[in-house]
C-alpha cells in the first residue's frame, strides 16, 4: 500500500515539475554514462595491453647464459656460462615446477628464398614445447615442429605469418611449399595465426621463421644454446623456479647459485604485475573522475527534493495531523529519490551499453574494446545506490521532522 500510495505522488511530482524533472533525471544520465563508459574503456585497454603481453607467452621466463660476477670456490668472476641441450634437460628433470622448457639457437638474417624472391629473416630453432611457451599457434592445415622432425633432423620450417605472406603472397597457401634456407631446401609445414604482440626479445614472431633445434645444430655445428625459455603453470611459483635454475646451474657449472648475473633472466610475469597494478590505478582514477561527474547529478537530486519538501509542507503536515508516522514521510521522499535515481542510471547504462555495443572494429586496435563487465556494472550501481541515498536523506529527514501545527501554518 506504502509504495503504491509513494508511487502515485511521484508520477504526480513529475507531471507538475517537468522541465525541471527532466534536468535532473538528465544529470544522473549523464553521470552515470560518464562512469560506465570510463570504467568501461580502462577495462577494455586493460584486457587489450594483456593480450598484447601474452602475445610473447604466459608465465614464461627467458633466460641468456652470461659471465660469472663473483669469485666462486676458487674460481675466478668473468667467467663465460655455457649451457647445453643436456643442462635443459637437466633443469626440467630436476625442477618439477617447470611446465616447459627448450634450449634456443637463432641465426640472424639468414637467407630465405622462393624463387627469385630472397629475404633475410630471423631463424629460431627451438623444440616442440616453444611453440605452447611462446604462443606459437599454427593455422588450420597446418602444424608446429614435431617430435618426429626433432628425431629425423627433418629440413622442415614453420613460418610467421607476416614472413609467408611476404615470400608467397596472400592468395598462396604456404603449407607444403619448398623454401631455400641457406641454399638448404625447407618444407613448410605450418603459418602462424596472425596474433597481437608488443614486445620480443629479437624480433616479431610473425617475421620469424622456426626450425627443429636439432636441425639447425646439424647446419651450424652449433653446441651451446644461446638462450633457454621455461613456463611455470602457477605464477606463484615462478621466483622459486628461479632460484632453482640458478641453483642447479651453478651447481653443475660451479658458481654461486645467488650470481644472478651468471643467468640473466626476463621474468615476464614481473611486467604483468606492474600492469595489473597499474591499471588498477588507472581505472579507481577513472572511476574517481567518473563519480565526481555523477556527484553533480546527485546534487540536482537533493535540490529537486529539497524544493518538494517546501512545496508540500503544508501537504505533509495534514499527513502527519491524520497520523501518518514520520517513517512513512522519510520513506516517500527516499523512495521517490531512489525512483529518479534508478530511471537516470537505467537509461545511462542503456546509452553506455549502445555505445560499447557500436564501437568501431578498428578503433580496437588502439584503445581495446570497451567492456561493460560485472565489475564496472556493480561498482557504478554501488556509487548510484550511494549517492541517492545521500541526496534523498536529508530532505527526507527534514520533511519527516517537521512539525505539524507549524506546517499547516505555512
Not at 119 to 129: F, L
Not at 189 to 202: A, C, F, L, R
Request: aromatic residues 10%.
Amino acid at each position: 500500500m506504502y509504495l503504491r500510495n509513494y508511487f502515485r505522488q511521484f508520477l504526480r511530482d513529475v507531471r507538475a515539475q517537468r522541465l525541471r524533472m527532466f534536468l535532473t533525471v538528465f544529470g544522473i544520465i549523464w553521470g552515470t554514462a560518464a562512469v560506465t563508459l570510463l570504467l568501461a574503456f580502462g577495462e577494455g585497454l586493460h584486457q587489450k595491453v594483456v593480450k598484447d603481453q601474452k602475445g610473447l607467452g604466459e608465465n614464461i621466463v627467458i633466460c641468456w647464459p652470461s659471465r660469472t660476477s663473483r669469485p666462486w670456490q676458487g674460481l675466478p668472476r668473468g667467467r663465460s656460462i655455457r649451457v647445453t641441450d643436456e643442462d635443459v634437460e637437466l633443469l626440467r628433470r630436476e625442477i618439477p615446477e617447470i611446465s616447459y622448457i627448450s634450449g634456443e639457437y637463432s641465426a640472424d638474417n639468414a637467407k630465405l628464398k622462393v624463387g627469385r624472391k630472397t629475404v633475410a629473416p630471423p631463424v629460431t630453432a627451438a623444440n616442440p614445447e616453444f611453440a605452447v611457451m611462446r604462443n606459437l599457434i599454427p593455422r588450420p592445415g597446418g602444424r608446429y615442429v614435431n617430435a618426429e622432425d626433432m628425431a629425423l633432423r627433418r629440413r622442415v620450417v614453420f613460418l610467421g605469418d607476416a614472413l609467408a605472406k611476404d615470400l608467397f603472397g596472400e592468395e598462396v597457401d604456404a603449407v607444403g611449399r619448398m623454401v631455400e634456407i641457406q641454399d638448404a631446401p625447407f618444407q613448410v609445414v605450418g603459418v602462424m595465426q596472425e596474433k597481437e604482440q608488443d614486445s620480443s626479445y629479437n624480433a616479431r614472431d610473425k617475421d620469424q621463421a622456426f626450425i627443429p633445434s636439432t636441425t639447425y645444430k646439424g647446419m651450424y655445428g652449433t653446441k651451446y644454446v644461446e638462450n633457454f625459455v621455461f613456463q611455470v603453470a602457477d605464477v606463484k611459483r615462478v621466483e622459486t623456479a628461479k632460484k632453482k635454475v640458478l641453483a642447479t646451474l651453478g651447481n653443475k657449472h660451479r658458481f654461486d647459485p645467488e650470481d644472478e648475473e651468471a643467468i640473466g633472466m626476463w621474468d615476464t610475469t614481473e611486467g604483468m604485475k606492474f600492469l595489473d597494478t597499474f591499471f588498477l590505478a588507472f581505472r579507481m582514477f577513472l572511476g574517481i573522475v567518473g563519480a565526481f561527474t555523477l556527484v553533480v547529478g546527485g546534487i540536482g537530486v537533493s535540490n529537486i527534493m529539497n524544493v518538494a519538501v517546501e512545496e508540500r509542507t503544508k501537504e505533509i503536515g495534514v499527513k502527519m495531523a491524520l497520523g501518518a508516522k514520520k517513517r512513512y514521510v522519510l520513506g516517500q521522499f527516499l523512495t521517490e529519490t531512489f525512483l529518479i535515481t534508478l530511471i537516470g542510471g537505467a537509461i545511462g547504462f542503456a546509452i553506455s551499453w549502445a555505445i560499447c555495443a557500436a564501437f568501431p572494429e578498428k578503433l580496437e586496435e588502439f584503445v581495446g574494446r570497451p567492456e561493460i563487465s560485472l565489475k564496472v556494472a556493480l561498482t557504478t550501481t554501488a556509487i548510484l545506490g550511494g549517492i541517492a541515498l545521500v541526496a534523498g536523506w536529508f530532505p527526507a529527514r527534514a520533511a519527516a521532522n517537521l512539525n505539524p501545527v507549524e506546517a499547516l501554518r505555512m
